[in-house]
């Protein structure tokens, strides 16, 4: 028995245990949403949370940032003026609800700088999506809430696979966050945005296997850049990404994008378990997914039918990962890849969305990391256990 095996309940009790019992109390935007809110950040994360406002009804009042000034345009083409939360500017109105649109830098020091300018209402913005909204379909700030028995259970078993005591420690982190936003101190083993789709394990596994790498949910390549830093420069490239706008951005950039000499096929696809039609929202950039709700109907089919053989299998669907994987199972079983897939998109995600694959595939080393803030960048890492031989 591992040494980690043998520290795994003292583990459990410890990291995990505490917040699977604990009374959930996440904070949420109540009736102050219908007096508008501010956003804090203008940058990426800031342009989805003004989209999602936008598609959602909620009247957003401004944007602040210390960083930049004079106005925001959404994706709409409505422009939203930025204030510096530090100003005394009169149209502000301070006892109105921010949404703290950064994700990756941690939420309380943001909290605390703009409670002492002034600001009382301060939250995540992931907060606002921790309920369903008919206009858009983000869900990642969804809350823990009571954990059942069989939960429990399922996260007791998964967290024995984990492979190091750092996942064990970020999935303390994750499990903290969705339960009522409180963040850990990982100053010991920091959240690093860089390692995203490339965490050393992985990349270590991968030196000898560089004939193909297929890329689910591929957006605009940032996965594709981030292996390439990492020197991992494949033959080999299947770019799956059902969202015609960023496929058509993807066709555009191919050549900056995959590394010089290597074959590139890039997919339309909409990936399951298996051959049904769904609803897709697209134009939503990194939000476009399957949903429900939407008034645009797809194919979907299973991996399986597409005949690869990755050595990487990358999976970032917001939400369906567990579905595509459960139709990739025999090219799975067949291939052996690495996998790298996202697990914080919906409430399964701290349960059967990981525990799910690792009965499924045996012989694999199992790693959980944390990319980013406010419970998001969280992805499971598989690295087959030959590669360490």
Not at 109 to 136: C, D, K, M
Not at 275 to 295: A, D, I, P, R
Not at 298 to 325: A, C, F, M, Y
Request: overall charge negative.
């Amino acid at each position: 028995m591992s040494a980690l095996a043998t520290k795994a309940p003292a583990l459990f009790a410890e990291l995990v245990e505490p917040w699977l019992i604990a009374d959930s109390a996440a904070q949420e935007f109540h009736a102050a949403l219908k007096r508008g809110i501010y956003i804090y950040g203008a940058g990426e994360l800031g342009a989805l949370a003004l989209e999602y406002c936008e598609a959602c009804d909620i009247r957003v009042l401004g944007v602040l940032d210390r960083a930049r000034s004079g106005s925001i345009r959404s994706e709409s083409g409505r422009e939203y003026a930025i204030f510096s939360p530090d100003s005394a500017v009169k149209q502000l109105l301070r006892t109105a609800p921010v949404a703290v649109a950064i994700a990756t830098l941690p939420f309380g020091p943001i909290r605390e700088q703009l409670n002492a300018a002034g600001w009382n209402s301060v939250l995540p913005f992931y907060n606002l999506t921790s309920r369903s909204r008919a206009g858009h379909p983000l869900r990642s700030g969804w809350s823990l809430g009571r954990v059942t028995q069989e939960e429990f259970q399922t996260v007791d078993w998964l967290c024995r696979q984990w492979s190091d005591e750092i996942s064990w420690r970020h999935f303390e982190a994750y499990l903290a966050w969705h339960r009522d936003n409180t963040e850990i101190d990982l100053l010991r083993d920091p959240i690093d945005p860089n390692q995203r789709y490339a965490i050393p394990e992985l990349v270590e596994s991968l030196r000898n296997r560089l004939n193909e790498c297929v890329d689910v949910g591929s957006h605009r390549g940032e996965s594709i850049a981030r292996l390439n830093k990492a020197g991992l420069c494949f033959d080999k490239y299947v770019l799956i990404e059902p969202d015609d706008f960023s496929r058509s951005f993807l066709s555009s950039r191919q050549q900056s994008i995959v590394p010089e000499g290597a074959s590139c096929s890039i997919l339309g696809s909409v990936l399951g378990s298996g051959k049904h039609m769904t609803g897709f929202e697209q134009g939503l950039g990194y939000c476009s997914q399957v949903w429900s709700e939407s008034n645009a109907v797809r194919q979907v089919i299973p991996l399986d039918e597409l005949s690869l053989n990755p050595d990487l299998l990358k999976i970032h669907t917001e939400g369906t990962e567990l579905e595509i994987i459960r139709g990739a199972a025999e090219t799975i079983s067949r291939s052996q890849p690495c996998l790298a897939f996202s697990v914080y998109h919906q409430r399964d995600g701290f349960f059967d969305d990981i525990a799910v694959p690792m009965k499924m595939f045996l012989g694999y080393r199992w790693f959980f990391r944390l990319h980013s803030h406010q419970g998001t960048g969280a992805f499971v890492y598989a690295v087959p256990e030959s590669d360490s031989n």
